[in-house]
Each structure stands twice: as structure tokens, then as C-alpha cells.
């Protein structure tokens, strides 16, 4: 428990950071990420330690995009993530809603993938509304005839 729990915390936190960093970049505020997370720690309920982490990964990487990219999130999160998918899968086979596990561990799937599972949305609109969707395989926009009883 204690490893998912790890585990969640710091995608919790790279997806937090990364929305903040992006939100930086396009508007120009000139924040500093490792002064966020000093402050944060100083100056509220999150007294982490692990916000140490944070600020020490930021300096380190001033041009760091996203946490998960630091050997030492990336590292943490080899080490245990066998334990946060067991307490995933546990719940769910249990009927224990984990949710902010689940959510944490879909972020992390999804972040280190070259291609995601949005190309299923693509066939899904294509599906019901004739949208055309692009392929990896060729360039171009398809569509497919579906037969409904398949």
C-alpha cells in the first residue's frame, strides 16, 4: 500500500507540475517550478519532505517538462510499480474503488507511451458518426462501413 501510495503521489504531482509548466509557457508568467514547490512546503498544509524532491529535480533540470522524466521519479517508480498495480488489481477484483490509484497509474501509462489509446476515440466516433479517422500505417483520412450486428 505504502508503495502505491509513493507512486501515485509523484504522478500526482509530475501531472500537477506539468499543467503549471505548461500554463507557464504559453502565458509567460515566469514562475520558477522549484520556488512552487519551496513555497508550498513553507507556507502550507503540504509540509512534505518529498516537495524537497520536487524543488531539487526543478534545479537540477531548469528545463524539466514533466517529474517522471528525472532518474530518481522514474527509478522510484520501476522499484514499486509492481506493488501499485497489485493494489489496483486487488481492488478491483474486490470491488474497492481506488480511484485516485487508478487515475494516477493511467496518467503514468499514458505519459511514457509513444501512442496512446486515443486512436480507439477516433474509431469510436468514426463508429457512430461517420467522423474518419488518420492511420500510423499511411497518410490520409478513412472511414470504415461497420456492420452493426458484428
Not at 512552487?36 to 512534505?48: L, N, P
Request: proline share 3%; net charge positive; charged share 25%.
Amino acid at each position: 500500500m505504502r508503495a502505491a501510495l509513493y507512486c501515485s503521489k509523484i504522478c500526482s504531482y509530475a501531472q500537477g507540475f506539468a499543467m503549471i509548466a505548461a500554463a507557464n509557457k504559453q502565458f509567460g508568467y515566469g514562475m520558477k517550478l522549484d520556488e512552487i514547490s519551496r513555497i508550498w512546503k513553507a507556507g502550507c498544509i503540504i509540509r512534505a519532505i518529498f516537495l524537497d524532491e520536487i524543488k531539487k529535480a526543478f534545479r537540477e533540470h531548469p528545463t524539466l517538462t514533466n517529474l517522471l522524466m528525472t532518474d530518481r521519479f522514474k527509478q522510484a517508480i520501476a522499484q514499486r510499480q509492481d506493488a501499485w498495480r497489485r493494489i489496483i488489481t486487488v481492488g478491483a477484483q474486490n470491488g474497492i474503488a481506488t480511484p485516485a490509484f487508478s487515475a494516477s497509474l493511467a496518467y503514468y501509462d499514458g505519459y511514457r507511451r509513444e501512442r496512446t489509446p486515443a486512436n480507439l476515440i477516433q474509431a469510436q466516433r468514426d463508429f457512430f458518426g461517420a467522423h474518419t479517422y488518420e492511420r500510423t500505417d499511411k497518410p490520409g483520412i478513412f472511414h470504415t462501413e461497420y456492420n452493426a450486428g458484428e
